[in-house]
């Protein structure tokens, strides 16, 4: 099993949808989780840390479930400029190592 | 614009040359990471610098060198490489200490001929 894992998609959704992405981890001693954003032939951009208790930032919301090691991001009223791949991350014990889903391929159309 | 910068954007290399890639942030961070990412494909981490040493060398071949002369620099050094060693390098930082996310570079595209 891999240690993060994600649906690669793609999700192809209209604009002004909602659109949810989950990812799971395999090792329950994983502490810190992040959702990335990468364009095509562009670097990771940090989207947003996900926090045990939830957190939103705008039309984006993310999600941890520990019990069911899982995080969620979703993203209200999509926009044209969504359309990425979206990367969930996550660190495991000490050393600050992270490890990358295989990310989902969201595309939003007009 | 990214507030890791990486030189050069683009390196074509041959099998018996050498070359090194740069990595600079004014951050702050004192931890900084080398990423090797191949086409579709997520980003692999190779080494982890933490305050100037190594930290962790993901069993990366030794024809990949890494060098952190101070808290601002990182630097790759390439040597004899394969063609299956293209792909695009990636350098991040972040503060040190858990929980930290990781700041990306906009990477280094290397093609080995």
């Known amino acids: 099993r891999k240690e993060v894992e994600q649906d690669p998609g793609p999700f192809n959704v209209p604009e002004g949808a909602t659109v949810a992405f989950n990812c799971t981890y395999s090792n329950s001693a994983s502490q810190s989780f992040f959702w990335y954003r990468q364009d095509c032939r562009k670097e990771p951009k940090l989207l947003m840390s996900v926090y045990s208790s939830g957190n939103e930032d705008g039309r984006f919301t993310a999600q941890l479930n520990r019990a069911s090691q899982y995080i969620s991001l979703l993203i209200r009223d999509s926009k044209l400029s969504d359309s990425a791949t979206y990367l969930c991350?996550?660190?495991?014990?000490?050393?600050?190592?992270?490890?990358f889903g295989t990310g989902t391929q969201l595309k939003v159309e007009l | 614009d990214t507030e890791v910068t990486q030189t050069p954007k683009h390196l074509v290399m041959g099998m018996t040359n050498k070359k090194s890639l740069k990595c600079e942030q004014h951050m702050g961070h004192r931890a900084m990471y080398w990423y090797k990412q191949k086409a579709k494909k997520p980003p692999e981490l190779m080494f982890v610098?933490?305050?100037?040493?190594?930290?962790i060398n993901e069993s990366v071949p030794s024809r990949f060198s890494p060098e952190c002369p101070n808290s601002s620099l990182l630097n790759l050094h390439l040597h004899a490489l394969q063609p299956e060693d293209s792909a695009l390098y990636l350098c991040a930082s972040s503060h040190r200490g858990n929980n930290q996310p990781q700041h990306f570079g906009d990477g280094t595209r290397l093609s080995i001929l």
């Open positions: 991350a996550v660190i495991t014990g000490g050393g600050n190592k992270l490890t």
């Open positions: 610098y933490s305050y100037e040493k190594l930290s």
